[in-house]
């Protein structure tokens, strides 16, 4: 099993920027590609962005590009998320999100990071 925690959750004014982190821990080994998906009350969780194992790929959403990076770092067992620029309209709970190898979907949840973004 993989256990995903989310951490830089928070209030951020409109403009601003945040930064969040995911640890990854246990069978960290099996994990391929990862993402961030994220989930506002009343609408459906929508992928933000995804990075392959090696981190040679991403691919994020077009209402974030220029705006949002994703990134790993897989000797010490982090995805991030640097998220600029803001929007009141991302306010969300953010999620972690990984594959096994050879899996199609995301099999591995963290509990998920409130942002909100003030006007």
């Known amino acids: 099993q993989v256990q995903l925690v989310e951490s830089g959750g928070g209030l951020v004014q409109a403009g601003g920027s945040l930064r969040l982190s995911c640890s990854a821990s246990?069978?960290?080994?099996?994990?391929?590609?990862m993402g961030w998906f994220r989930q506002a009350p009343g609408k459906e969780r929508e992928l933000v962005a995804a990075i392959t194992w090696s981190g040679g790929g991403t691919n994020v959403a077009d209402s974030v590009k220029v705006r949002f990076a994703i990134s790993r770092d897989n000797v010490k067992n982090m995805l991030y998320l640097q998220m600029n620029s803001m929007k009141p309209e991302e306010a969300a709970v953010y999620y972690c999100?990984?594959?096994?190898?050879?899996?199609?979907?995301?099999?591995?949840w963290g509990q998920g990071t409130q942002v909100t973004v003030s006007s």
């Open positions: 246990g069978r960290t080994f099996s994990t391929a590609a």
């Open positions: 999100a990984a594959h096994s190898f050879g899996s199609s979907r995301y099999d591995y």
